[in-house]
Structure formats: C-alpha cells, structure tokens
C-alpha cells in the first residue's frame, strides 16, 4: 500500500517504569536513564529514554496499521534529540511509498526519532531460534575514548526471544522476536560497553542478509574522531550487519577540594555572611558553597534530587571545620 501525507499512527509518554522494563530486556541500564541523580551530570543533564526502546515500540505501532511491510531488510535511524521522560511523543508515518518507509517521533513538534525502513521478501526464520548466552545488564564500562579504538567484541543478550514476543507481540508477528532483541543488543553495546558510561546514541543503519538462529552480536570499533568525540561501530551477526555512531562526551569536571580553595581564599573574607546557594550539591553551586565556607562563611545548600551529593559536599565542609548544611527546596 503507497501512502504519501503524514499522518499520526501512536502516542506515549514513557516513565520510570518503562524505563526500567526496557533496561531488563536489552540490557542496557546505563545510568543516564534509570537514575535521576547520576543522569544530572551527564551531557544530557536529565534521565533520557532509550532510543532503541523508541524504535522499538514504533515497530509496534507500525505493526497495527495497514502500511506495515512484512519483512525489514534495511533499517536507518538517527538520533537528532533526546526524548526526556514525561515528554509527550508523537509518532508519525511520513512516507510508505513502494518498499521505502519512513517514520517520525517527535515532541513539541521537533523531531527526535528518524526511522527509514526498507522492505522484501527474506528467508523464513527457523521454527526454533536459540537464545544462546543469557547475561543480565551489569555496571557499564568507562573507558577512556582514546582507548576505544581498536576496541572489538561480543554482545550478549540479557533475557530470552520470548520476552520480546511478550512485551511487543505486534511487532514480533510481523517482523520477529529475534530482530527486536537484536536491536536491544545494539542499545546494550553503546549504552554499556562502548562506548559505555558517557554515551550519546546518534545513528544506528542495519541490514538483514538473511535469517537464521540468533546469535549474539560482534562488533569492532572502526573510526574515533576526537574533534566531535565521535565512536563509529561495526556490528555484525548471524543475521544482521551494519554500522552505529554515537557520542564519547568528555567527563564532568570535579570541583577543587576544600584544601585547594583554603590556599586561595583567606580564612575570614566571608566571615560572619550565610550564604543561601539554591542547586549547591554540584557545579558552580558546589563550588560557591565550599568558596565561602573556606572563607569562614555559612553556606546553606539547596537540593531537589541530588541529596547524596549535596550530603557528600556538606561532610568535606565539616570535615576541615567549616560551616554548612543542605535540605530540599524545588522552586
């Protein structure tokens, strides 16, 4: 069926609770998106949802309508924005015109999920497909992006193909259980193992040259371009090839401690003033909290979710005999 004018084919808004389902699937539980206070300090500065979560359910969508292929040999899809949660996500079937198809996500009207699919008949997959190795999500690596090159592997996947089938089962009729846990393999590889901890997905294109028992995905590291901290991956298994992009951001920088600050701030130039520093348990605010405590100042910090940090930069006040002390506020 060829359809040309866009028209709107699903609606969601994703929560924690989604968030920490789709980390089960694929594996991926980078803390950039199930936890609010390490995410602060990312790149992205909030808890973003899975890019290949968004993908994924769109093939569901997708799945219901009378426009969906039968068969995905070709998928191309880029990143241009994060989606945060409790954003209202609009997905949208802007072309489908012979075996090109082309869908959009976005929120507030800008896009943030670019996906092209291309579509023919493949080889039927087996009647049995192996789940192979079975490897929970664990810590994600951080490693330096200097080191990531040459970087190679093996991706394992973190539960069985009929997980898949039970938490998309549209999508898992139409286009296979074992695709979708191919793609969730792919977020667990950026998200986890490279680059890791400091990951941004950009773009991720696949092909299907045939189809056969699963098997964990292999990937080798291609290209690093320091100038963008750019990552571009080669992926490639029993039945899926292709190439993912994504970002290495540089790591946040830490604050001088209280031992460095004392040696350029004298003991009494804020003597006697309190200090109120509304977002003091990291960056700036941290900074300005331990400049007038060194100064023999009073700093009061305020917090809305990083209350174990702002504890942490109280206790390195108190301990060299400074005065502070910190307690939620959410203006």
């Known amino acids: 069926m060829t359809h040309s004018a866009s028209c709107t084919i699903g609606c969601r808004r994703f929560d924690v609770n989604d968030q920490a389902m789709f980390a089960r699937l694929s594996g991926d539980a980078n803390p950039i998106h199930v936890d609010a206070v390490a995410a602060r300090r990312s790149v992205l500065r909030d808890v973003v949802v899975h890019g290949v979560h968004t993908v994924i359910w769109a093939l569901e969508q997708l799945a219901n309508t009378p426009f969906c292929p039968k068969q995905i040999s070709a998928l191309d899809v880029r990143f241009p924005r994060p989606i945060y949660l409790g954003s209202d996500v609009v997905l949208r079937l802007e072309s489908n015109i012979g075996t090109a198809l082309h ?15 291309e579509s023919q008949t493949l080889p039927q997959e087996p009647e049995s497909v192996q789940d192979g190795i079975i490897e929970p999500a664990s810590l994600p690596l951080d490693t330096a992006f200097d080191d990531l090159s040459g970087m190679h ?23 296979g259980a074992p695709v979708l846990r191919d793609l969730a393999a792919c977020s667990r590889l950026v998200g ?8 941004v997905f950009s773009r991720l294109s696949l092909t299907w040259q045939q189809r056969g028992p699963a098997a964990p995905l292999n990937f080798s590291v291609t290209r690093i371009d320091p100038r963008f901290s750019l990552v571009v991956i080669a992926v490639h298994g029993a039945a899926v090839r292709g190439t993912i992009e994504a970002f290495s951001p540089q790591p946040p920088p830490s604050q001088p401690s209280m031992g460095e600050l004392a040696q350029r701030i004298g003991s009494g130039d804020f003597s006697g003033q309190t200090a109120l520093i509304i977002g003091g348990s990291r960056g700036l605010g941290e900074l300005t909290a331990k400049c007038i405590s060194a100064g023999g100042g009073r700093a009061l910090i305020t917090y809305v979710v990083g209350q174990s940090e702002a504890e942490r930069v ?15 506020y959410d203006v």
């Open 103 to 117: 869908l959009i996500a976005a929120v507030g009207g800008k896009t943030v999920v670019s996906i092209k699919l």
């Open 153 to 175: 592997g093996t991706v394992f996947y973190a539960t069985t193909v009929d997980h898949f089938s039970t938490t998309f089962p549209a999508a898992a009729a139409v286009f």
């Open 192 to 199: 986890m193992d490279c680059p890791g901890l400091r990951s």
């Open 314 to 328: 109280v206790e390195e006040i108190r301990c060299v005999g400074g005065d502070a002390r910190c307690f939620p």
